[in-house]
Nanobody
Framework: VQLVESGGGLVQAGGSLRLSCAASGRTFGSYAMGWFRQIPGKEREFVASITWIGGNTYYVDSVKGRFTISRDNAKNTVYLQMNSLKPEDTAVYYC????????????????WGQGTQVTVSS
């Protein structure tokens, strides 16, 4: 599956952004999906993931209550709604399809998008 993220940008603290990840391929609905983020010099960090039918979602503690992951399998798209953004949310955000195993470990995600920059100003 090929993935393309969009929706990043510059926003003030407290604002909102909605990231989208469009997938190609007929098997999108078979994959659990995840969002990760990375800042220069640091490891890629888990943000959120969702099972293949969207029944279960998982979040890193720092975004719980502010971010929501969702998916529309008919549109081959996964979303990350980000509210109450903070400067520490600034990063490049990546979506990925889960290959096997953990819903949190990037090593268990096989296909990755190119990333979209999110910058939150204070």
């Amino acid at each position: 599956v090929q993935l393309v993220e969009s929706g990043g940008g510059l926003v003030q603290a407290g604002g909102s952004l909605r990231l989208s990840c469009a997938a190609s391929g007929r098997t999108f609905g078979s994959y659990a999906m995840g969002w990760f983020r990375q800042i220069p010099g640091k490891e890629r960090e888990f943000v959120a993931s969702i099972t293949w039918i969207g029944g279960n979602t998982y979040y890193v503690d720092s975004v719980k209550g502010r971010f929501t992951i969702s998916r529309d399998n008919a549109k081959n798209t996964v979303y990350l709604q980000m509210n109450s953004l903070k400067p520490e949310d600034t990063a490049v955000y990546y979506c990925a399809s889960k290959a096997s195993g953990s819903y949190y470990d990037p090593m268990h995600f096989g296909s990755w998008g190119q990333g979209t920059q999110v910058t939150v100003s204070s």
